[in-house]
C-alpha cells in the first residue's frame, strides 16, 4: 500500500519543529501543518468521503492548500486541484465532469472573488454534495491515514489536448510520488534550501517540482500570493531563498523589472543556487540575461500534467546544453516519432513520446480518448521536438494550434466556441502571436455578422466576462472573411 501524504507524514516525524511554509509572518512548522491536514481528513471522513471520492480544492497560494491537499489524500480520497482563475461554468464543468463530491473554496478577494464563483459553480453541480470554505476553523482530532494502492487515483488535473473540452488526467501515488523523487535528485533539494513558490500550486509545475520536492526533503516553502516581481525580489532576498521555479516569463519579468536595483541583488545571488523554468520554451537572451545578472544556473526542463509532469530535465552532471529540454529523467523512455509512430533520426522533428512510471493512469471517465493518447503504450505529447546526436530534446513546436500565454495552456477551440456565441460574429478564428512579456498573446480574428459591426475593443471585454483572464484574447482583428482550404477548413497557417 501507498499513500502520496508520506511525503508530508515522513517529514513531520523526521523534523516536526522545521519551518514547513512562510508566509508573511506566518511561520507553520511540519508539525503543525501534518495536524491541520489529518483535522481536515477528520472532518472529510465524517461527511462520507473517502477512497473513490474526488474532492475539487479552489485555492490560491495560501497554507489551505497544501493543508487541504494532503488532508484529502489521507482520508483516501483523490485531489482536484481547480484553477483560481476560472469563470462559474468552467468551474462548474470540472465539478459536473469529474463527479466531485465536495469542493473546497477559498474565500478569494475583491479583485478575486473566488468564493462567490466558487458558491454559484456548486449551485450548477448538483451532484457535489459539500461546499466547504478552505479559511474555515477545523476541529483537531487524530486519524490514521487510509492507504492506497500505488496504482490507485491521487491526483486529478485537467488539460485539455488540440480541440475539445478539459478533461481530468488521473495521476496516481506512484506517479507522484516517482516524480518527486526526481525532481528531489535533480534539483539537488534539500532540508536547509528555502524554495519560493510563485507559480500557482494548482498547477502541476508548482504543485509537483516545488511542493512535493520541498516537502519531501523537509524543506521550507515560501508561498508567494501571487507572482510580482518586486514582491519576489523582496522574498528573495529577505528569507534567503536558494530555488526558485517559472516560466519564462516569469524570468523576464525579474530580469527587466526596472526598481531591481533596489534591492539588494549581491545578497539575493549569494544565496540563490538554482532556478528551474519550464512551460514553454526559454528564449536564449532571457535565460542567458537572467543567469548573468543574478549568478544562477537556470536549467530547462520539460512535463505535462498527463505525465505527472517531469519528462526531461538538463542535469547538472552532464553538459547542459542552452535551448534544449535536456535529457530523459531516469526510468522514463522518450521517442520523436512520425505519423505512423516509427522512430525518426536524431535531428528531424516529430512528435513527442513518452512511456514510464511519469505517464497518467488515462483520462477520468474517457476511455476512448486514452486509447489514442496511450497507443501502442506511448503517450503521445502532441508536441513537436527533435533529438540531437548527443540525445538531448529540443521541443520546436506544438502540433496543431494550442498556444502557450505566460506558461498557461489556452485552447484555441474553447475560446472560438464563446465567441461563435457573441450576437455579433458568424466566424471566428483564434491563434498565437509573439509577444515579448507573455511568449504568445492570444488573437482572434472575426467576420462579423452581415449588418453587424462589433468594435474590438468591445468583444475583448465581453470575452473576458466570460473567460479565465489568461484565455481571452487581448487582440481582436475583424476580416470580411477567413481563409478556408478544400474541405472547409480555417487555414490558420494563413492568418497573422
Known amino acids: 500500500m501507498l499513500s502520496l501524504a508520506a511525503i508530508l507524514e515522513t517529514s513531520a516525524r523526521d523534523r516536526p519543529d522545521k519551518a514547513a511554509i512562510v508566509q508573511g509572518p506566518a511561520r507553520i512548522s511540519y508539525r ?16 462520507g468521503i473517502g477512497p473513490g471520492d474526488v ?16 488532508g484529502v489524500l489521507k482520508a483516501g480520497a483523490t485531489v482536484l486541484p481547480v484553477s483560481i482563475l476560472l469563470k462559474r461554468d468552467e468551474m462548474a464543468y470540472l465539478l459536473n465532469d469529474s463527479g466531485a463530491k465536495a469542493l473546497v473554496c477559498h474565500e478569494g478577494s475583491a479583485e478575486l472573488p473566488l468564493g462567490e464563483v466558487g458558491r454559484a459553480a456548486f449551485g450548477d453541480a448538483p451532484a457535489c454534495e459539500h461546499f466547504i470554505e478552505a479559511d474555515a476553523p477545523v476541529a483537531e482530532a487524530s486519524f490514521d491515514t487510509v492507504q492506497r494502492g500505488p496504482d490507485e487515483v491521487a491526483v486529478v488535473l485537467y488539460t485539455s489536448g488540440t480541440t475539445g473540452r478539459p478533461k481530468g488526467a488521473m495521476l496516481t501515488h506512484s ?13 539537488e533539494v534539500r532540508p536547509e534550501d528555502v524554495v519560493l513558490v510563485a507559480l500557482p500550486l494548482f498547477h502541476v509545475f508548482g504543485q509537483v517540482v516545488q511542493m512535493l520536492a520541498a516537502f519531501r526533503k523537509a524543506a521550507t516553502m515560501v508561498l508567494a500570493p501571487r507572482f510580482e516581481p518586486g514582491l519576489c525580489l523582496g522574498l528573495m532576498e529577505s528569507e534567503k531563498v536558494t530555488l526558485f521555479s517559472g516560466v519564462p516569463t516569469m524570468l523576464w519579468a525579474l530580469l527587466t523589472y526596472p526598481d531591481a536595483e533596489k534591492h539588494d541583488l549581491a545578497a539575493i545571488a ?45 542535469r547538472r552532471d552532464r553538459e547542459r546544453k542552452v535551448g534544449s529540454v535536456g535529457l530523459p ?8 516519432v512520425d505519423p505512423e509512430d ?13 512511456r514510464g512510471h511519469c505517464v497518467m493512469k488515462g483520462y477520468l471517465g ?43 495552456n489556452v485552447y484555441p477551440r474553447e475560446v472560438e466556441e464563446l465567441l461563435a456565441t457573441h450576437p455579433g460574429i458568424s466566424l471566428a478564428a483564434v491563434v498565437g502571436v509573439p509577444d515579448e512579456q507573455y511568449g504568445e498573446e492570444v488573437k482572434a480574428f472575426v467576420v462579423p455578422v452581415a449588418g ?15 473567460l479565465a483572464g489568461y484565455k481571452y484574447p487581448r487582440i481582436v482583428e475583424l476580416r470580411e472573411s477567413l481563409p478556408l482550404g478544400a474541405t472547409g477548413k480555417i487555414l490558420k497557417r494563413d492568418l497573422n
Open 452 to 466: 453587424a459591426n462589433p468594435e474590438p475593443e468591445a468583444i475583448v471585454a465581453w470575452a473576458r466576462e466570460r
Open 175 to 187: 506517479n507522484l510520488l516517482m516524480n518527486a523523487e526526481i525532481c528531489v535528485e535533480l534539483g
Open 55 to 70: 474532492v475539487a480544492l479552489a485555492c490560491p497560494n495560501v497554507p489551505a492548500f497544501p493543508v487541504f491537499y494532503f
Open 270 to 314: 549569494s544565496s540563490l543556487r538554482q532556478v528551474t523554468v519550464g512551460g514553454a520554451s526559454t528564449p536564449v537572451e532571457i535565460l542567458r540575461g537572467f543567469e548573468k545578472k543574478f549568478d544562477v544556473t537556470v536549467l530547462e526542463g520539460y512535463g505535462l500534467s498527463e505525465t505527472s509532469p517531469g519528462v526531461s530535465f538538463n
Open 32 to 47: 503543525e501543518l501534518d495536524e491541520r491536514a489529518q483535522a481536515v481528513a477528520v472532518d472529510l471522513a465524517g461527511r
Open 342 to 354: 516509427n522512430p525518426v533520426p536524431a535531428g528531424e522533428p516529430g512528435e513527442v513520446v513518452v
Open 366 to 408: 474517457r476511455p476512448e480518448e486514452t486509447a489514442e493518447a496511450l497507443r501502442g503504450g506511448w503517450f503521445h505529447t502532441g508536441d513537436i521536438g527533435r533529438f540531437d546526436e548527443d540525445g538531448y530534446l529540443y521541443i520546436v513546436d506544438r502540433l496543431k494550434e494550442m498556444i502557450i500565454r505566460g506558461g498557461f
Open 329 to 336: 529523467v531516469w526510468g522514463v523512455e522518450v521517442q520523436v
